[in-house]
């Protein structure tokens, strides 16, 4: 278990009924994601074709953003707000999206960073997806 | 002239017809709203019935999450997404209007950092609301 | 291997000798620790005795943004700062020192999200202090 | 007066006999540097000579993230720690001299950007340096 999954666990009040699995994945796969773009945009500015990667690292950095804030929105239980959670797992799943299309592309050429920051895009899409889908 | 505005005047590239007035308005907006929700947190976290509080320190909490994420996103012009600018403004919105809302409640039972919190969180949610006009 | 410690390996410059593991394991121990610190905050704003948890909200807020900023700092490579580094991770090395020591406290005292942060911020604590003498 | 003083006068509980102008100038400071860094970083991905920018672009993105997370340190009252208020501004100033002096190379040889963000982290390196001397 990991230690996002024991707070989940340990936390003292009801949690509204959500799937605790699918919401620990998702806060997990936000921040590996944040992590891998943060990387990922640092790797690219080391790359001798800098130039070519640049709207790569915009987006990486607008990934990173977006999947950080989502992972402490998602933190927190108290006076839920269902409405706020869907616009911001939309937000992020669209950042991710975006940034997973990018890197990939790069992968594909060889950038091996990108790959694994494409593979860590790919993965907390499909989370907040799944998650959009657990609240109903 | 604040240094928002003056950093969108250097930029050295097009910004794609965005209407700079706007554009600035919003990003001053966010970094307002993200100070004075962390500080309303903060607040009422020393008032003597911090109890009554906890939806307004959660809720101030998000807001100030979402508004420093959608000034960054904001802040950067390079490979520009509007499908995303647009998702970032809703979440922020609806931030803000939850945010406001609550501060207000509080605000109008006396709780003067509550009131000069909504009226930050009202500024935002206009700023994003014009934005995303301006946008089209 | 995790996803920060792939991003290492991928890294398409040299990392300047620093020591990998110790690195991807400050990395994802600064993660962890934010995470688990927004997750205390709010579990003790679900509290009925929230008004002796103030301190520890607040602890809670400070160590997850410094964590959540280290695990950034420590992601990036190119025109790395020796200094810069060491001065982040002293923060950050205090911040859970003071929100490890806070919310072990209440652990002894039953609560167990405290119990499952405390042991987060140790090795979060641990972690920054490793990474300063890996630097050398 | 700024939202940041208002939120500072309407202060529920005793500041600790802090300067509330040292307080409130360092805070907004922190803010307009944390804007203009994200401003800039992204201004360079847009210019030709990228690849000469790129410790720019890092420089940038570490002071942003400095300079956010001390904006929000300061603007939390409850249980003060003056020791991590302290070394939260040490790392705070360092990133700004780094990436102040970084942004002024750049700014003399005509980059306007980098001249208007190099003024941001001036002014943020002397506020933070200001209020350390404030504290004692």
Redesign the interface.
């Known amino acids: 278990m990991?230690?996002?999954a024991?707070?989940?666990e340990?936390?003292?009040?009801d949690l509204g009924g959500v799937d605790r699995a699918a919401l620990a994945e998702c806060?997990d796969a936000c921040?590996?994601c944040?992590?891998?773009c943060?990387?990922?945009?640092?790797?690219c500015?080391?790359?001798q074709n800098?130039?070519e990667l640049?709207?790569c690292?915009?987006?990486n950095?607008?990934c990173?953003?977006?999947c950080?804030?989502t992972?402490?929105?998602l933190?927190?239980?108290?006076?839920y707000?269902a409405?706020?959670t869907r616009?911001?797992l939309?937000?992020c799943a669209?950042?991710c999206k975006?940034c997973g299309d990018e890197c990939s592309r790069h992968g594909e050429m060889g950038?091996?960073?990108c790959?694994?920051?494409a593979?860590?895009c790919r993965r907390c899409e499909q989370a907040c997806r799944n998650l959009i889908s657990a609240l109903g």
């Open positions: 990991t230690a996002t024991q707070m989940l340990t936390y003292p009040a806060i921040l590996a944040a992590q891998a943060t990387a990922c945009a640092d790797a500015l080391s790359e800098v130039a640049t709207k690292i915009r987006t950095a607008d990173a953003d977006l950080g804030t992972a402490r929105v933190s927190r239980h108290t006076g707000d409405n706020l616009a911001v939309d937000a669209m950042a975006s950038m091996q960073h790959q694994v920051c593979e860590a």
